[in-house]
């Protein structure tokens, strides 16, 4: 009788507990963002300003070639076809402010913390990423999203973001997870979906 108590509390706990742990497809959300990285020359006060006006052509350029896709793959490949001209544009806003430093644009696997966005927060781990560097990239960094297209577009609704999101390729559930920061439940999956993400990355 005791073992069949034991036994029956332990498969109330496990069904209880594995509500809060990620499906694989809930796992997979980082597999579906583009993020931008921007790294200043150096933290003074001219670097930093520099900074943003090369951030703000980027953006400029990025939204345009971005407009018409669809897809993660759809956004990388137009990324990729425009690499050159990302750094052309955002080298000119370097000469035209009377500085020399060199610009260097890439499409790569990167590292970022966990960032919040408005109401959308991203766990830590390893993103597709636009990473662009002015000069000796010493200074502080600027990030946003680039797919799903959360920093090349004017502000919208909730009901539009999420459309935005569904449009991308992210389940209803991915959503939830990074936008439900007050239900204890996403809380939990979106802490576990760090610490499995950690072990990998």
């Not at 990423?129 to 990030?143: A, K, T």
Request: net charge negative.
């Amino acid at each position: 009788m005791k073992k069949i108590l034991i036994l029956s509390v332990a498969v109330l706990l496990t069904a209880s507990l594995s509500s809060f742990f990620p499906t694989r497809s809930e796992l997979s959300l980082y597999d579906n963002f583009i993020r931008l990285h921007v790294i200043a020359n150096s933290d003074s006060e001219d670097d930093q300003s520099l900074k943003l006006r090369v951030r703000d052509k980027i953006l400029e350029v990025v939204g345009e070639a971005l407009a018409d896709t669809e897809t993660k793959a759809d956004a990388e490949d137009a990324m990729r076809s425009i690499l050159p001209e990302i750094e052309r544009a955002a080298a000119e806003v370097v000469t035209d402010a009377g500085h020399t430093e060199s610009v260097a644009a890439s499409l790569t696997e990167e590292k970022y913390p966990r960032r919040s966005y408005g109401t959308v927060t991203l766990p830590a781990g390893t993103y597709t990423s636009l990473r662009v560097i002015i000069g000796e990239g010493e200074g502080h960094n600027w990030w946003c999203v680039l797919f799903p297209r959360m920093c090349t577009k004017p502000a919208v609704s909730a009901a539009e973001q999420e459309e935005e999101f569904t449009d991308a390729g992210f389940t209803p559930s991915q959503y939830r997870i990074i936008t439900d920061s007050k239900d204890a439940h996403y809380v939990v999956k979106f802490r576990i979906i760090e610490i499995i993400r950690s072990l990998f990355d």
